[in-house]
């Protein structure tokens, strides 16, 4: 099989993931863009070097399109972008007739972060961050319309969010047109009200009264990857059963949580995350995979942002039949009593699909359904590729977020007044890693050469390339 994906950014989890799954199967061909034309932090998507690949591609039985990269230039475009909806739709209407084989597309539904952090915002955002999430969420569940936000900020940001609304409709045009097979909405850093929970709601409202194939799903960085499982699945299991996945939570009483970031329970984007991605719900008798989820007690944990939960104090035994794990009891990172108790056991390589634990829940859970699926459909299974997967996932999600971040980051200081944040060190790091790495070589049975790299010159994503 043959898949084309235009990735949201330039991002390890966004392009190289996404390649390192593909990677599990012999049989599958993943074409992607030249990363150079990918949008980053600080700059914008080359879009006609984009719309060039498209055109100079071969036959390809599906692509994955990111549509804010091609309408803004990237996710972190798509808010800060200035230009005007008709001039988005100009450029996407070069687009319309460039798509090849089945189009699986996502666009995303603006984010409100509760911070006064501009890093991937506009300018504004420095100062009135936290007043524009309020302002959203009171309008929202109150139908409170009142602010001290400066008028001339106010007014840029919901006209931009207007702009982004009237795109995304847009989209369900297309898909009435039948320009796409499958169009998701995603939606992250999300509070239980806002102005994107309004947007989500009206969306969805539309996509039920026309009973169109288009979804609301909270997320976002793991929708393509989410999309390629389901493009998977819909070629091989043409005239049989999808994969049925069961689930299994180690704190099952507290499965009507919700997340930290998401506006859904775990138990709701678990299995939001196996419809999307073309599997089906079963127990766990049934089930070709089971999935377990370490859920979180009381509340979720970070590691990052210092905020504590109770760590997984259990017994725990592998499932007897294909397993992966999503490990969620913490965002952003992995739970260290619960990978110590995964690794006091010897992993059964044959019945283990993976592991993930990075960044929100709906992050781990889609990336490792994707890698679930893909591993269980696998026309020629390529082990190596696997379990170099898998040591990226426990250097980035266990080793770096759980452990190593906290210690490199160092304290900040002051220089003439001025905050001076400490700067990502790959030197450094590497030194902190190494410990892991023999741990993990031992555990794996593999001794590959492993780099570093910060791609976006901060500490928030690492990249790690296993060859």
């Not at 499932?319 to 739970?335: E, H």
């Not at 592991?355 to 699926?373: D, F, P, R, V």
Request: proline share 3%.
């Amino acid at each position: 099989m043959k898949i084309a994906l235009i990735p949201i950014d330039n991002r390890p989890v966004c392009y190289n993931l996404a390649q390192e799954i593909a990677n599990i199967d012999n049989g599958l061909e993943l074409f992607l863009p030249d990363r150079k034309l990918l949008g980053s932090l600080r700059s914008i998507a080359d879009i006609e070097g984009i719309l060039n690949w498209l055109t100079n591609l071969e036959h390809v039985d599906a692509i994955i399109v990111s549509l804010d990269s091609i309408a803004y230039g990237g996710l972190i475009s798509s808010r800060r972008s200035k230009d005007n909806i008709n001039e988005i739709k100009i450029r996407l209407e070069k687009f319309k007739d460039k798509f090849k084989g089945k189009v699986y597309a996502f666009s995303s539904i603006m984010r409100i972060s509760n911070n006064n952090i501009n890093e991937e915002e506009k300018k504004y955002w420095d100062n009135f961050g936290t007043k524009i999430f309020e302002y959203s969420y009171n309008f929202h569940k109150e139908g409170i319309d009142k602010s001290d936000i400066p008028d001339k900020i106010l007014t840029d940001y919901l006209a931009t969010r207007q702009r982004n609304f009237q795109t995304n409709k847009m989209y369900l045009g297309w898909l009435e047109e039948g320009i796409f097979d499958t169009l998701v909405f995603s939606k992250d850093d999300c509070a239980e009200f806002g102005l994107n929970v309004l947007e989500s709601e009206i969306l969805d409202r539309i996509i039920k009264e026309k009973n169109l194939p288009a979804f609301v799903k909270t997320g976002a960085d793991e929708i393509p990857l989410t999309l390629m499982a389901r493009a998977i699945t819909d070629w091989k299991c043409k005239g049989c059963e999808a994969p049925k996945i069961s689930q299994k939570f180690l704190a099952p009483e507290y499965k009507d949580l919700i997340s930290n970031y998401e506006d859904i329970s775990i138990e709701k984007s678990v299995q939001a995350q196996i419809e999307l991605a073309g599997g089906k719900l079963a127990n766990e008798q049934e089930s070709d995979i089971v999935l377990v989820v370490n859920n979180f007690e009381q509340n979720q944990g970070e590691i990052v942002m210092n905020i504590k939960t109770k760590p997984f104090s259990e017994k725990f035994e592998f499932p007897q039949k294909p397993f992966m794990i999503a490990d969620v009891r913490f965002a952003n990172g992995s739970d260290n009593k619960f990978v110590a108790k995964i690794f006091k056991k010897q992993i059964d390589f044959e019945n283990f699909y993976g592991y993930s634990a990075w960044n929100t829940s709906a992050n781990s859970l889609g990336s490792l359904i994707c890698a679930g699926i893909v591993r269980f459909l696998a026309q020629d299974f390529n082990e190596e590729a696997f379990k170099k997967l898998q040591m990226v996932r426990f250097l980035d999600d266990w080793t770096y977020q759980a452990n190593v971040r906290q210690g490199l980051k160092g304290k900040r200081e002051k220089v003439n007044g001025k905050r001076n944040e400490p700067r990502p060190d790959v030197r450094k790091l590497k030194k902190l890693m190494l410990p892991y790495e023999k741990k993990l070589q031992k555990i794996f049975g593999i001794k590959p050469e492993i780099k570093y790299q910060f791609p976006w010159k901060r500490f928030f994503e690492v990249e790690i390339g296993v060859k």
